[in-house]
């Protein structure tokens, strides 16, 4: 027997004991008495608990729509990165150093966050934010390669032939070709993201995962 209602049952017990002694009702009429203080007790401590669990669904449900809503606002922070690092590529411009950085930190951020998933979850939304971190990084060392291709400058003592210089823009079109797929990927993927997140937060069942 749970030991809550145990100790409830006793109270109960000792106030019908002193009844049935006045009375005289003997064992039958103690025994009625205390199935139904068991019953009333079992009752009690079962709305508690339910109590409990429904509070407990609802505090999980906003810890993971705080989370849910961190990872979108650091994957539009990341986002906007990736534009100007274009713009400036596709002008013959390698990226500075700062730029870098700076793109590193916003996606470093957005792992951090994606990475709580893993204590809030449900699977589901472990399972595609992992794949998000994944497609994010892959769109930055795309373009940190482009950017590393537009750096390297031929040889002023040694021109390039024109094989060479064809070669030399082929792979800097390679590198944009492989950017413009890893983001589509990448959107893919956040809209997945979105989709299962909405799932999430609307079943019930999964408030209390």
């Not at 999980?60 to 690092?85: D, K, S």
């Not at 590193?104 to 589901?124: D, K, Y």
């Not at 537009?150 to 040889?155: G, L, N």
Request: net charge neutral.
């Amino acid at each position: 027997m749970n030991e809550g209602i145990a100790a409830l049952i006793a109270g109960l017990a000792a106030a019908f004991g002193g009844v049935v002694g006045a009375f005289g009702g003997g064992v039958i009429s103690a025994r009625g008495s205390l199935r139904a203080a068991e019953t009333t007790a079992t009752a009690a401590l079962r709305q508690v608990q339910d109590q409990g669990a429904v509070e407990h669904a609802h505090w999980v449900r906003q810890q993971r729509q705080a989370l849910y809503a961190r990872v979108v606002e650091l994957y539009v922070a990341v986002g906007v990165t990736f534009p100007t690092a274009v713009k400036q590529l596709k002008g013959g411009a390698p990226l500075a150093e700062e730029d870098k950085q700076t793109m590193r930190a916003a996606v470093v951020a957005l792992e951090a966050a994606i990475s709580q998933l893993g204590f809030w979850g449900p699977q589901p939304m472990q399972d595609i934010g992992g794949e998000l971190r994944t497609r994010i990084k892959a769109v930055g060392g795309t373009l940190i390669g482009w950017s590393d291709a537009v750096a390297r400058e031929p040889d002023q003592a040694h021109p390039l032939t024109g094989g060479q210089e064809q070669a030399r823009r082929q792979e800097r079109e390679n590198w944009r070709t492989e950017y413009r797929a890893d983001l589509r990927s990448a959107a893919d993927t956040y809209n997945e993201f979105i989709r299962t997140a909405g799932e999430t937060l609307q079943s019930p069942a999964a408030h209390a995962a």
